[in-house]
């Protein structure tokens, strides 16, 4: 039983941009890869099929991903920013500012898939903690779910 801990873990900032399970950092969160096959960009599994952890751990959990969401539209249009500033340059004399923020909201469009993907993995990972016993140890069961509602947000 000391295959984890031997191999060590991936690092946990690694996993969440992967959407890996938080208790195991093996499993995956979302049923298709591609966050960009639209129609199931947001399509989760149940549990993870690796360590069982359950993925929707209350009613409405993902609402609290907004906020990590929208702390990474903030963090790459800051990013986006500097290269920007950097590269073509910010001026207060001419409208380079306004192709920044037209070329942002386009950047932050394309990225949205990804994003949201992405907040809902650091979501979990706020209250799930990675096991490094996850093989022997059965993952803990929601205490409370709302089946009607589960992939409704
Ligand atoms: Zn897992």
Same mark, same amino acid.
């Given at each position: 039983?000391?295959?984890?801990?031997?191999?060590?873990?991936?690092?946990?900032?690694?996993?969440?941009?992967?959407?890996?399970?938080?208790?195991?950092?093996?499993?995956?969160?979302? *049923?298709?890869?591609?966050?960009?096959? +639209?129609?199931?960009?947001?399509?989760?599994?149940?549990?993870?099929?690796?360590?069982?952890?359950?993925?929707? *751990?209350?009613?409405?959990?993902?609402?609290?991903?907004?906020?990590?969401?929208?702390? +990474?539209?903030?963090? *790459?249009?800051?990013?986006? #920013?500097? &290269?920007?500033?950097?590269?073509?340059?910010?001026? +207060?004399?001419?409208?380079?500012?306004?192709?920044?923020?037209?070329?942002?909201?386009?950047?932050?469009? #394309? #990225?949205?898939?990804?994003?949201?993907?992405?907040?809902?993995?650091?979501?979990?990972?706020?209250?799930?903690?990675?096991?490094?016993?996850?093989?022997?140890?059965?993952?803990?069961?929601?205490?409370? &779910?709302?089946?009607?509602?589960?992939?409704?947000?």
């Amino acid at each position: 039983m000391q295959d984890t801990i031997a191999a060590g873990p991936r690092p946990s900032i690694l996993n969440m941009f992967r959407c890996k399970c938080p208790r195991c950092r093996k499993g995956d969160m979302f *049923i298709v890869k591609n966050p960009y096959r +639209l129609k199931t960009t947001m399509k989760m599994r149940d549990e993870c099929a690796l360590c069982g952890q359950a993925f929707d *751990i209350e009613p409405g959990f993902y609402y609290g991903s907004s906020y990590v969401s929208y702390g +990474l539209g903030i963090a *790459i249009s800051v990013a986006f #920013l500097l &290269v920007f500033a950097f590269t073509v340059g910010i001026s +207060l004399n001419d409208n380079r500012f306004f192709y920044w923020m037209a070329a942002n909201a386009v950047l932050l469009i #394309l #990225l949205q898939p990804p994003m949201m993907r992405v907040a809902r993995s650091v979501w979990l990972a706020f209250f799930v903690r990675y096991n490094p016993r996850w093989r022997s140890e059965p993952a803990k069961k929601p205490e409370r &779910v709302n089946e009607d509602q589960k992939n409704n947000w």
